[in-house]
């Protein structure tokens, strides 16, 4: 099965996929082979729990590699528009839930580069798609995956 699925990301996000694939090819690649042939020289195979958890470690390794690349090889990069004055993909957008929520600060990118405790949140989230197109001091009603509404009020975009 071919993955011809775009994967909208950030320069920065392709350039820090490009540093994990390095990563795991020169580095994280070895260190497992590494562990696989200690965990052989301990003998009989199929009770050797060491190593069938080096080969569970190479085979998420191995599939990571090949996420990876194929997102690199489907990469389309979005640049940061001219300042609109909305929320679009690549700007930082700090929100507040109403009516006494605290702020909070995500930066708007693909999923392939999206981690919300890094403040990055993906373009397809609920979140990032009922603010993208809004502007400051905008009201916006979100709804969350468990089918409850918020309101949140967009407080800036950077």
Same mark, same amino acid.
């Given at each position: ?88 993909? +690549?700007? !930082? %957008? =700090?929100?507040?839930?109403?009516? #006494?929520?605290?702020? /909070? ?31 400051? +001091?905008? !009201? %916006? =009603?979100?709804?969350?995956?468990? #089918?409850?509404?918020? /309101? ?7």
């Amino acid at each position: 099965m071919v993955d011809n699925k775009k994967y909208q990301m950030t320069l920065e996000g392709k350039k820090l996929l490009e540093e994990e694939l390095d990563n795991l090819i020169t580095v994280r690649r070895k260190e497992v082979i590494e562990k696989i042939q200690i965990a052989r020289s301990f003998g009989d195979l199929s009770e050797n729990s060491e190593y069938d958890a080096a080969r569970d470690e190479q085979a998420a390794v191995e599939s990571r590699i090949s996420a990876i690349e194929n997102m690199l090889k489907n990469a389309e990069i979005i640049e940061t528009v001219e300042e609109t004055g909305a929320v679009v993909f +690549g700007c !930082k %957008v =700090t929100f507040k839930e109403l009516p #006494k929520g605290n702020k /909070e600060t995500y930066k708007i990118v693909g999923s392939a580069e999206a981690n919300p405790l890094e403040g990055k949140i993906s373009s397809d989230s609920p979140i990032a798609v009922a603010l993208i197109g809004k502007r400051k +001091g905008d !009201k %916006v =009603t979100v709804v969350l995956p468990n #089918k409850k509404e918020i /309101e949140v009020e967009i407080l800036a975009i950077d």
